[in-house]
């Protein structure tokens, strides 16, 4: 059902008003004069999804009303009625983000088209309203877990930088270490958000559709391009666009990335027409990226222009003091969306992670605490219901032992990132440490297995061609 607000001084016509919408199904409520639209707007808790008033009312008009509600941060939307089309009071009411401004008597078909969309529109806006209210709880600077001090130096700067109106800020840390976290409580924590937030992974897309994704296009530009197309930077606008693993990005477009960030405006694939965009550039690697500067593998301008801030990650193995507060919390977590009753953790499990060197981060302590507690034979968590990294070969069996296959166990005891460690380290030793003849195995390119390689801390092998 749709709220509805009537701000109509005219009696006759308010009442006609509000049967002609509830008896179309709206929920309405009538005010008859500005201080009555103030009491319902602000004081009764009325969270209208739209609101249809007059312009000149006994005790104010509709647009000084509009401002007071839009100051508020409130987002119903709202359509004009008037007896008069004046174009200030037209002009002002589109800058207000007004609906539409109809004049009396009203045409009925353009009321019920304007009030159709304006439903729409508030409907839409209240439910982004409420997944950024619930993502702002769940998002919060608390949600970066940990009693260690890298932990608390963690979220007294992200804390910080949450009161800063940067522009553009690069995390850095491991696989698992909590970027994309990061990046939510930067976004949900700070001034934009209640605006689009746009997370995009840059290895997992090709790079000749790269820059169709994160500028867009318009019709005809290239063979299926069918309509027009609305890029990331164009949905993040007013919000944050979250560019995940940065450093696979290709030279080529790095170039175009940066101007685009430096100018505030691009053009879409095939287009003329620049587009202008206000936002937030966060990004992150779990690469050095000085390091690729420094090997011409990044762009030094792009490089400096992303990282006005910066925030490094500490892996888990450095804070080893949280890990039993984590894995209580994410327990807790398991057991509520599981509908399992696990108590916790044995002393000797405990020791046991915090020895352990966490190549996944809190990222795999979490995937090995959720098999445990689905195969758990009690309730408390011991040594024998974990399978850490080292302990998971199956049946004492090595890559050399099997030839030209690699087992991997079904059991949910190996996670997609040691399988591909796995799968890697196999085909190297095959290829006795050859980069570029293991990379034809795999059927990928040298660049991209090196960064497998990187992201797994693997010594690389041979670049001779062979």
């Known amino acids: 059902m749709t709220d509805l607000l009537i701000i109509e001084d005219e009696k006759l016509l308010g009442s006609q008003l509000k049967k002609r919408f509830e ?76 609906v539409d401004f109809l004049t009396k008597p009203m045409d009925e078909g353009k009321l019920d088209l304007a009030m159709a969309a304006a439903a729409r529109g508030g409907k839409a806006q209240k439910q982004i309203d409420r997944s950024a209210r619930q993502a702002a709880s769940k998002y919060s600077l608390e949600s970066f877990v940990g009693q260690s001090d890298q932990a608390a130096a963690v979220r007294k700067l992200i804390g910080k930088l949450c009161n800063v109106p940067f522009t553009s800020l690069l995390i850095q840390g491991e696989t698992g270490s909590g970027k994309g976290l990061a990046a939510r409580i930067l976004h949900y924590a700070g001034p934009r958000a209640g605006q689009p937030f746009v997370e995009f992974n840059c290895a997992a897309i090709p790079t000749e559709l790269l820059e169709s994704e994160l500028f867009g296009h318009e019709a005809g530009s290239f063979s299926g391009a069918k309509g027009q197309h609305k890029g990331l930077l164009e949905q993040a606008n007013g919000g944050t666009l979250f560019l995940d693993e940065i450093g696979e990005m290709d030279l080529a477009i790095q170039v175009k990335l940066l101007k685009a960030i430096e100018e505030r405006e691009f053009r879409r694939v095939g287009g003329e027409k620049a587009v202008q965009v206000d936002i937030q550039v966060l990004s992150a690697s779990n690469r050095d990226l000085r390091q690729m500067v420094e090997d011409g593998d990044f762009r030094e301008d792009l490089f400096h222009r992303l990282s006005v801030f910066e925030i490094s990650l500490p892996p888990l193995r450095e804070r080893t003091g949280d890990i039993e507060h984590l894995s209580q919390l994410i327990v807790a977590e398991l057991n509520a969306s599981c509908g399992t009753s696990i108590k916790g953790l044995s002393k000797d499990l405990l020791a046991s992670f915090r020895s352990y060197a966490w190549p996944g981060n809190v990222r795999e302590l979490r995937n090995v605490l959720e098999r445990a507690v689905l195969l758990a034979d009690g309730p408390v968590l011991d040594t024998d219901d974990v399978a850490l990294g080292h302990q998971r070969a199956s049946s004492g069996q090595t890559n050399a032992d099997v030839g030209n296959a690699v087992i991997i166990p079904l059991d949910g005891s190996v996670s997609l990132d040691e399988a591909e460690m796995r799968l890697i380290e196999a085909v190297l030793e095959r290829e006795n440490g050859n980069v570029v003849a293991s990379a034809r195995v795999l059927g990928t390119t040298r660049e991209k297995l090196r960064y497998r390689m990187q992201k797994h801390n693997m010594a690389a092998g041979a670049e001779r061609c062979a």
């Open 23 to 98: 008896r179309s199904g709206w929920n309405v409520t009538l005010a008859s004069s500005a201080a009555e639209a103030r009491f319902f707007l602000f004081k009764n808790s009325i969270d209208p999804d739209v609101v249809l008033s007059d312009l000149n009312l006994p005790d104010g008009d509709g647009l000084k009303l509009l401002e007071e509600y839009r100051e508020e941060g409130l987002k119903a939307e709202w359509v004009f009625l008037s007896g008069y089309g004046q174009t200030p009071s037209i002009n002002r009411a589109i800058e207000l983000g007004a």
